[in-house]
């Protein structure tokens, strides 16, 4: 059985429109520094920015932001 999502951003392909964080905000944020979508600190995988962990209630925002997104960098795959 599934348990939770691992979402990854492709940063670098990052144009900061914000629509990640509009649509699923607990679990995507801005980066301060280069506006660029980031995973919100407390669902990262090992401090880093780009990957996180997010539990299965999420999925239907992280799915809509994954989605959404207008340069397609954000990828949700299962993991248990």
Known sequence: MVKKLRVTINRDQCISDMVCVSLCPDVFEMNE?????QSA??????GSVERGEVPR????????AAEACPVQIIEVEEIE
């Open 41 to 46: 600190e407390k669902f990262r995988i090992g």
């Open 57 to 64: 209630d999420l999925e239907e925002c992280v799915r809509s």
């Open 33 to 37: 520094e280069d506006g660029k979508a």
